[in-house]
Antibody
Framework: QVHLQESGPGLVKSSGTLSLTCTVS????????WNWIRQPAGKGLEWIGRIYTSGTTKYNPSLKSRVTLSVDTSKNQFSLRLDSVTAADTAVYYC????????????????WGQGTMVTVSS | DIQMTQSPSSLSASVGDRVTITCRAS??????LNWYQQKPGKAPNLLIYAASTLQSEVPSRFSGSGSGTHFTLTISSLQPEDFATYYCQQSYSILMYTFGQGTKLEIK
């Protein structure tokens, strides 16, 4: 059974850098896209970006200038880096697997981590 | 960006009721529409993909329909465990996946 687990600091200073890692267990990372999605308290879901195991990335245009995703398949991990954070970046951050056209299917987030709360402090 | 708008934003219903939630896209997305259920403090869970295909192990009381810009999620007979927030999400534009704002389903 595939399991995703987010890890990283729960508190980041304003103007600093948010760094999170997602560890994938129970299956290979190959042939899937790996994503970060966030949710401010009491609000909806915002897609941040995705990375393929080859390292190919796509980012939300509204965050593109501040976001970097990376992947380390030897450790079965992928990571999020968000620069110049503000209070608006305070949210629960989820990692999620995207299953889609590489299997002849439509894209969908089929496996999610439990989420990790990140607070940006002034 | 493709905007996704759900209605209603919240809904009160009773166990056994039939409930329908609507999702509209700002442009045609064919059937590239997914539905998720989220319970408090938990991650979203995929219910339906490609507008009408039930994800494995999701109860058959859940169904989805629609294409183009108008989609619905129907729960045929509400069970206590169905009270949650539901989100639609378009996968038509791979440059930018977007979600609806959510519909909170509460017990009447």
């Amino acid at each position: 059974q595939v399991h995703l687990q987010e890890s990283g600091p729960g508190l980041v200073k304003s103007s600093g850098t948010l760094s999170l890692t997602c560890t994938v267990s129970g299956a290979s990372m190959n042939n899937y896209y790996w994503n970060w999605i966030r949710q401010p308290a009491g609000k909806g879901l915002e897609w941040i970006g995705r990375i393929y195991t080859s390292g190919t990335t796509k980012y939300n245009p509204s965050l593109k200038s501040r976001v970097t995703l990376s992947v380390d398949t030897s450790k079965n991990q992928f990571s999020l880096r968000l620069d110049s954070v503000t209070a608006a970046d305070t949210a629960v951050y989820y990692c999620a697997r995207l299953r889609g056209n590489q299997f002849g299917e439509q894209d969908k987030f089929d496996i999610w981590g439990q989420g990790t709360m990140v607070t940006v402090s002034s | 960006d493709i905007q996704m708008t759900q209605s209603p934003s919240s809904l009160s219903a009773s166990v056994g009721d039939r409930v329908t939630i609507t999702c509209r896209a700002s442009q045609s997305i064919s059937n590239y529409l997914n539905w998720y259920q989220q319970k408090p403090g938990k991650a979203p869970n995929l219910l339906i993909y490609a507008a009408s295909t039930l994800q494995s192990e999701v109860p058959s009381r859940f169904s989805g329909s629609g294409s183009g810009t108008h989609f619905t999620l129907t729960i045929s007979s509400l069970q206590p465990e169905d009270f949650a927030t539901y989100y639609c999400q378009q996968s038509y534009s791979i440059l930018m996946y977007t979600f609806g704002q959510g519909t909170k389903l509460e017990i009447k």
